[in-house]
């Protein structure tokens, strides 16, 4: 057959299950709406008590937004092969004759499907229960810049997913080292500029950094002196790590995969 | 095997799986890097509107999201027990027919869990000098409130744990949920007068309310909080200590129920890939 369409047909049936998924357990419309508005609610009135300006609160809405595609990344992305190699999975995935990255890409797609309809609950709420302003500056940009920053992130996910298969429980413990310390470090609530440029800089590697701070300049043009790069600038460096992410997860994914072999431990479970 | 041996054991269990995977001094680092990052986005979160690193306000939810984190790492990670034993190890029905009560077993687990959870409070409890936080600590209520916490905090970690023998995937979101009401809820990074009137009604119903007031007297000196300034010293604990009791006899009542309800089902084992 084929090894494009082969490749197509794998993206499509990886895919079908997150999307088809939500529809057939629909609880999600509960504990992944309200839960995440939960924390958003206290992060807004951590920022009332301050009596800071209601744009801050806009801050929270559209890092907690973001925070689920994260979560996404570090929990259905990134953890996604270890899980399956804990339930003997992995082995299926291997023997089929389709690209592992077009398994990862229909994960990514899915995901994105399926994420996008539980951030955009978690928006709607939040601008109706908080009466958050979002004034879209450049609806073009924003686009540009929401896309292309999922692009990064879920090629960072991807590259995770291949890393995370030489642990066994590291996974776990290395995804949930990197949710707070990364909403702290990303600027998840608040501008990372805030944080001096260096620590910026560097942060600037997690694709949510520059995603949010371009996204804050657009939806809150009052927040541009806080703004760390040119939104511009900071959607081109979004684009290269999108590939770069890309290129090293396809590279780590063949090398670990070699290694597993070698040693054995591909269908080594509970480790 | 008597009860002080189960508790040991179970203990040991837990400390076990929460530390083999690394090296001591990794996952010493870990313990303590997750609470850090959650309290420095706080400290992030006021310099950006006050334009400063020191403050009453500052002082005020820097301390509540320290002692947050016993009751967040506990609640979650105790949430997850059953779950593990049942879909990752597969290893429930082992215990369940041993000689030690699951109860017993997962009150034994919860003991380690709050005091590992500790040490991270410790942690940023001296970090906070960086940020000039004036403690005034009374350690007498302190021990109080660390104690009588670990009733109320096992409890409702218990009470998940009954919740999730008779689910199949939600055991991170209950846990999730609960902790993320006692968060919005209990005055533990702002004020429970800044609630609206109904909501801060429904905190009086939280024991975490009491605590994080009694907490916050105990570190800092007073409590800043007009809504529960208004409640003695006596007061809190009372209100504390009965509502951490009633809430781990309900703990121990829907434990009871799920159980019975997971055996008649033939749920107790189930095995759904999750």
């Not at chain 1, 701070?213 to 703004?227: H, K, N, V, Y």
């Not at chain 2, 310099?47 to 002692?67: E, P, Q, R």
């Not at chain 2, 004036?134 to 409130?145: D, H």
């Not at chain 2, 999730?164 to 991170?172: C, F, M």
Request: aromatic share 16%; net charge positive.
């Amino acid at each position: 057959m084929n090894t494009v369409l082969l490749n197509l047909r794998a993206i499509r049936g990886r895919a079908y299950p997150r999307i088809v998924g939500l529809m057939r357990e629909p609880s999600w419309m509960f504990w992944e709406t309200v839960l995440p508005l939960l924390s958003i609610s206290a992060f807004i009135y951590v920022y009332r008590s301050l009596n800071a300006p209601a744009m801050y609160e806009g801050f929270v809405v559209l890092g907690g937004v973001m925070t689920t595609y994260w979560l996404n990344v570090l929990w259905s992305m990134a953890a996604q092969l270890y899980w399956e190699k804990e339930t003997a999975n992995l082995q299926l995935y291997l023997a089929a004759p389709m690209s592992k990255m077009s398994i990862l890409a229909g994960m990514a797609f899915g995901a994105i499907v399926s994420t996008t309809l539980r951030a955009t609950a978690i928006l709607i709420l939040g601008i109706f229960v908080f009466h958050v302003n979002f004034v879209i500056s450049s609806p073009i940009l924003l686009v540009l810049v929401f896309v292309v920053a999922l692009f990064a992130l879920y090629g960072m996910g991807m590259l995770f997913a291949s890393l995370y298969l030489m642990w066994g429980r590291e996974a776990w413990y290395l995804n949930n080292l990197l949710q707070e310390p990364v909403y702290f470090l990303s600027g998840q609530y608040f501008p990372v500029k805030a944080l001096g440029n260096i620590v910026a800089a560097a942060a600037s590697i997690i694709p949510l950094t520059l995603g949010l701070d371009a996204m804050r300049q657009i939806l809150f043009p009052e927040s541009i002196p806080w703004g760390f790069l040119n939104p511009w600038v900071e959607l081109g460096i979004l684009a290269l790590l999108s590939i770069v992410f890309i290129i090293w997860a396809k590279y780590a994914l063949d090398r670990i995969e070699y290694l597993g072999r070698v040693k054995g431990t591909l269908t080594m479970r509970w480790q | 095997m008597s009860t002080k041996n189960e508790l040991k054991t179970a203990m040991w269990l837990e400390f076990q799986i929460e530390s083999n995977w690394t090296s001591p001094f990794i996952f010493a680092i870990y313990n303590i890097f997750k609470p850090v990052g959650a309290a420095l986005l706080l400290v992030a979160m006021f310099y950006v509107v006050a334009g400063k690193w020191t403050g009453n306000s500052l002082a005020f939810m820097y301390v509540g999201n320290a002692f947050y984190m016993i009751l967040a790492q506990t609640l979650f990670s105790i949430g997850w027990i059953v779950h593990d034993d049942r879909e990752h190890y597969s290893t429930l029905r082992y215990l369940y027919i041993s000689p030690t009560p699951y109860f017993r077993y997962l009150v034994g687990r919860s003991i380690t869990r709050y005091t590992l959870s500790i040490v991270p409070m410790l942690v940023l409890l001296l970090l906070g000098l960086l940020f000039k936080i004036e403690y005034k600590f009374n350690i007498l209520l302190l021990g109080f409130a660390l104690l009588i916490g670990f009733v109320f905090i096992v409890g409702t970690a218990l009470l998940i744990s009954g919740i999730n023998l008779l689910t199949a995937r939600h055991a991170g979101a209950i846990g999730e949920a609960f902790a993320g009401i006692f968060y919005l809820a209990s005055g533990v990074v702002f004020p429970v007068s800044l609630l609206p009137a109904w909501a801060q009604q429904i905190a009086l119903g939280f024991p975490t309310t009491y605590w994080f007031s009694i907490i916050r007297i105990a570190v800092l000196g007073h409590e800043a909080d007009t809504f529960m300034a208004s409640f003695s010293l006596l007061e809190l604990c009372l209100y504390l200590t009965l509502l951490s009791f009633v809430y781990f006899l309900i703990a121990f009542l829907v434990f009871k129920f799920a159980d019975t309800v997971a055996r008649k089902l033939g749920i107790l084992d189930m095995s759904t890939t999750y």
